[in-house]
């Protein structure tokens, strides 16, 4: 193998991995955006009759 073609391969690999943290760091803000969604609606339903009842006069 020639230093050339160990080059590229090593900048690939490096590359990939670089793509994989990014993608696990997006994922990983993705899950704390849905936990903190999650705790919103746990929250709300402590409180079941929020929001249940909309009261119209016309």
Partial sequence: ????????????TQLQND???LMLGKQLDTVEVMGDSMIKMMEQSVNPHLGANIDISI
């Avoid at 193998?1 to 690939?12: G, K, N, P, Q």
């Fill in 19 to 21: 793509v994989g943290v």
């Fill in 1 to 12: 193998m020639d230093i050339a073609s160990l080059s590229t391969a090593l900048s690939t």
